[in-house]
């Protein structure tokens, strides 16, 4: 039996019956306290989802999760920068109008949530790795258009392995 804490289980609530159903598992909220009762592998998957989820991700795009390919990945800001002022780093990461997080996700292909002290990715393998490394380069300062460029590049460079 897996036990996570939710702040908010709103959702959760309302997609309780889908998401027993899709992960093979039963799920029950008390409160703040969600528990998560099935096989040992069902749990596990299920609380990568629950995870995800209590992140701020959709349920639906939390279950992609159960997809093999995909991955989700916390990155919390203070191992990254020395920074004090989170807001900062969080506004090199939006950038002007939500413009720089726009181009991230279109580039590498990953949901990306942007919280007070984490970054939230969720995406394929491949993609993650390269959209860590590029938002882990621009909290510690590189310029956007570098950034676009490596992502640019590792795309090109997966386009040319895949034909």
């Known amino acids: 039996m897996e036990t996570l804490y939710f702040n908010k289980t709103a959702e959760l609530r309302k997609e309780k019956v889908q998401l027993e159903k899709r992960m093979n598992v039963t799920i029950k909220v008390e409160g703040k306290k969600v528990t998560v009762e099935g096989d040992s592998l069902d749990e596990y998957e299920a609380r990568l989802v629950l995870e ?36 900062v780093v969080r506004g090199r990461l939006i950038g002007k109008e939500g413009k720089t997080k726009h181009a991230l996700e279109n580039i590498s292909g990953c949901e990306i949530i942007i919280r007070d002290d984490a970054v939230g990715l969720l995406g394929s393998a491949e993609s993650i790795e390269e959209a860590t490394t590029a938002i882990t380069n621009l909290i510690r300062g590189s310029k956007q258009a570098n950034v676009y460029r490596f992502l640019e590049r590792m795309n090109t460079a997966r386009r040319g392995l895949d034909n």
């Open 52 to 87: 995800a989820m209590e992140f701020g991700y959709s349920a639906k795009k939390a279950l992609m999760l159960l997809d093999e390919g995909y991955i989700f990945r916390k990155l919390p800001l203070k191992n990254f920068t020395r920074r004090k002022d989170m807001s």
